[in-house]
C-alpha cells in the first residue's frame, strides 16, 4: 500500500508567476483535499474533489482552482501568485463511504515560498 | 528543518511520564474527531481518531478522550518517549463534510 505523495517538495516562484503542485492519493481513497499551512499555524482548508469535481470549499479566492483525475490523483493551481501564498500546502486523501470520512491521510506537503 | 510549532503552548515532559494534550472545539455538529502530529519538515501524521457517539477511544499508548457536553478533547500519550517530540493537532470535521478544521497545536517536548 502506498501512502499519500506530493510533488515538488519544494518550490520557489516570483510574485504573479502560476504554480501547479501534484498529488497521489493513498490507494483505495477516493477523496482529495488540498490544505494551507502558513508558518506556526494549523492547515486551512482549501477545496476536496470527489468524483472529479469541487466538494466544497474554504475561504481561498478563485485564483486558486483544482482537478482530480480518474485515478483519483489531484492537482492544485494558483496563479496570480502573492507573497502570502508562501506556506506548506498539504494533500490529503481519504475515503468517503456513505456520506463519512475514513482514513484521512495527509503527504508531507509541497513547500512553497514566493518571492 | 523549518519548525511548525513557533509561538505554540509548550508541553515539556520527562521521559517516560504520561502526556496530556487538551483541545476545544468550536462546533457542536462536529461529529468526527481526529489527532495528529506533526514534526518538522513533515505532513500531519494519524494518531488517533473518534466519532462523536463514543466518549473514550484506545490505541497503541494513545488514548483519545471526548467530552461533548463541554466541546473539550484530549490526548493523552502513556510513557512518552523521544519520538513524541512533535507539534499536535486536534481536528474537527464539521456537519459530516467531511472538511477538517485544524486547533491551533501544542508544541511537546520530551527531555531525555
Known amino acids: 500500500e502506498t501512502g499519500v505523495t506530493q510533488s515538488p517538495t519544494h518550490l520557489i516562484k516570483t510574485r504573479g508567476q502560476q504554480v501547479t503542485l501534484r498529488c497521489s492519493s493513498q490507494?483505495?481513497?477516493?477523496?482529495v483535499s488540498w490544505y494551507q499551512q502558513a508558518l506556526g499555524q494549523g492547515p486551512q482548508f482549501i477545496f476536496q474533489?470527489?468524483?472529479?469535481?469541487?466538494?466544497g470549499r474554504g475561504n481561498f479566492p478563485p485564483r486558486f482552482s483544482g482537478l482530480q483525475f480518474p485515478n483519483y490523483s489531484s492537482e492544485l493551481n494558483v496563479n496570480a501568485l502573492e507573497l502570502d501564498d508562501s506556506a506548506l500546502y498539504l494533500c490529503?486523501?481519504?475515503?468517503?463511504?456513505?456520506?463519512?470520512?475514513?482514513?484521512?491521510?495527509f503527504g508531507s506537503g509541497t513547500r512553497l515560498t514566493v518571492v | 528543518g523549518e519548525s511548525v510549532g513557533l509561538h505554540l503552548p509548550t508541553l515539556s515532559v520527562q521521559e517516560g511520564d504520561n502526556s496530556i494534550i487538551n483541545c476545544a472545539y468550536s462546533?457542536?455538529?462536529?461529529?468526527?474527531f481526529i489527532w495528529y502530529k506533526q514534526e518538522s519538515g513533515k505532513g500531519p501524521q494519524f494518531i488517533i481518531d473518534?466519532?462523536?457517539?463514543?466518549d473514550k477511544r484506545q490505541g497503541q499508548r494513545v488514548t483519545v478522550l471526548l467530552n461533548k457536553t463541554v466541546k473539550h478533547l484530549s490526548l493523552q500519550i502513556a510513557a512518552t518517549q523521544p519520538g513524541d517530540s512533535a507539534v499536535y493537532f486536534c481536528?474537527?470535521?464539521?456537519?459530516?463534510?467531511?472538511?477538517?478544521?485544524f486547533g491551533k497545536g501544542n508544541q511537546v517536548v520530551v527531555i531525555p
Open positions: 490529503a486523501s481519504s475515503s468517503e463511504i456513505m456520506g463519512q470520512a475514513w482514513g484521512y491521510t
Open positions: 490507494s483505495g481513497h477516493n477523496t
Open positions: 474533489y470527489y468524483r472529479e469535481e469541487e466538494n
Open positions: 462546533n457542536s455538529a462536529s461529529d468526527y
Open positions: 481536528a474537527e470535521n464539521i456537519g459530516g463534510n467531511n472538511r477538517l478544521a
Open positions: 473518534i466519532r462523536s457517539n463514543m
